[in-house]
């Protein structure tokens, strides 16, 4: 399986900021592993003229009609996009996302053609209790729809509490954590539950991206605030080829 890398810009970005793609996709033209920035849907299009590989930060479950402020997954791809995100936890948190709308938004994310990553994690009280596979595992059996393939959908995963925080799991705890979702997507998926790219993401920088690189069934990162300068994305890209 190719490795991926992909960047979050969230609420950032102006045309101002892409300069910082043009000297990524300098820098990493021809890479062994996927490079993908998820930016804004007002600089979508542009991003995509740089040629690296872009993505919606989210997308709308309908293809069109009466939903004023939204964005459809078909307009995504229409910018030149190739993937998107759902079910990012600022999603989750701040927009009330459930685990069967982001299936539908999945779902209309393969209808437009574009590769998915699907986001989960748990947050700090249900880590601190113990019960972060059971709700990794409930929200990747409601949020995942039978339908997934390798080959349309990554996971990645995300401890809330270690998003843009600067805390992260123990590479233990992440190795026994994706040990554990890919036993699940096994089960679930067979050979493409096997095959399916496992992503970890919450303040992944340079200085902890060998080691989380290097563990078993870690796949590649979603990586938040380091994505936004070039010069502290491409060390973290570097160090996942
Ligand atoms: C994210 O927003 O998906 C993320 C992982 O953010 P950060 O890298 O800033 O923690």
């Known amino acids: 399986m190719r490795k991926l890398i992909a960047g979050n810009w969230k609420m950032n970005g102006t045309s101002a900021d892409l300069p910082e793609l043009a000297q990524l996709a300098s820098t990493h033209s021809g890479s062994s592993v996927d490079v993908v920035i998820c930016g804004p849907a007002t600089l979508l299009s542009r991003m995509a003229d740089t040629g690296l590989k872009i993505g919606g930060e989210d997308c709308h479950p309908a293809n069109s009609g009466a939903y004023t402020g939204d964005i459809s997954a ?3 791809a229409d910018t030149g996009a190739t993937y998107v ?3 990012h936890s600022e999603r989750r948190t701040d927009h009330a996302e459930d685990d069967a ?3 539908s938004k999945t779902e209309a994310g393969w209808n437009a053609n574009l590769h998915v990553i699907i986001c989960i ?3 700090e009280a ?3 209790a113990g ?11 409601q949020s995942i729809p039978d339908a997934a393939t390798a080959a349309t959908t990554t996971i990645a995963y995300e401890p809330v ?3 843009g925080t600067g805390l992260t799991p123990t590479p233990d705890e992440i190795a026994a954590v994706h040990a554990a979702l890919r036993e699940h997507l096994k089960t679930r998926f067979g050979s493409e539950g096997a095959q399916m790219r496992l992503l970890y993401g919450g303040s ?3 200085s902890n991206a060998d080691d989380i690189f290097a563990l078993p069934n870690v796949d590649g990162a979603l990586v938040g605030g380091a994505s936004l300068k070039a010069t502290d994305f491409s060390p973290i890209i570097t160090a996942l080829q």
Not at 131 to 141: S, Y
């Open 74 to 76: 078909a307009m995504i």
């Open 204 to 206: 992944v920088k340079a």
């Open 161 to 163: 509490w270690a998003i």
């Open 131 to 141: 019960d972060t596979l059971d709700i990794l595992r409930a929200q990747m059996d």
């Open 126 to 128: 249900q880590y601190r």
């Open 85 to 87: 995100i759902t079910g």
């Open 121 to 123: 994690g748990e947050t």
């Open 101 to 103: 709308l982001i299936a």
